[in-house]
Nanobody, 114 residues
Framework: VQLQASGGGLVQPGGSLRLSCVAS????????MGWFRQAPGKEREAVSC???????HYIDSVKGRFAISRDNAKQTITLQMSSLEPEDTAVYYC?????????WGQGTQVTVSS
């Protein structure tokens, strides 16, 4: 199983970024997919997830600013991030979960700074 995340970078406060994660080696349609992030000195936290049925969830701090979506045909999820804040700075990781099975991507750095 491989989860290839991309799209991170440096952006000014108030800017936007779009993260993508391409999955391979798994039955993508059957997996709940999500984005986690880990800031320096902090624990990894869940940011957003989308179930295999397409239901979405967000942590309160990103509601209204982030949007997660999935394309089962392309085995891809995206995270559209808008109105970015310095507090969003972190390494963002893609995650795939089905029952007790879980897989992680390699992470992509998002830095929000002026």
């Amino acid at each position: 199983v491989q989860l290839q995340a991309s799209g991170g970078g440096l952006v000014q406060p108030g800017g936007s970024l779009r993260l993508s994660c391409v999955a391979s080696g798994l039955s993508f349609d059957d997996y709940h997919m999500g984005w986690f992030r880990q800031a320096p000195g902090k624990e990894r936290e869940a940011v957003s997830c989308i179930t295999s049925e397409g239901k979405t969830h967000y942590i309160d701090s990103v509601k209204g600013r982030f949007a997660i979506s999935r394309d089962n045909a392309k085995q891809t999820i995206t995270l559209q991030m808008s109105s970015l804040e310095p507090e969003d700075t972190a390494v963002y990781y893609c995650n795939a979960k089905r029952g007790s099975a879980g897989f992680w991507g390699q992470g992509t750095q998002v830095t929000v700074s002026s």
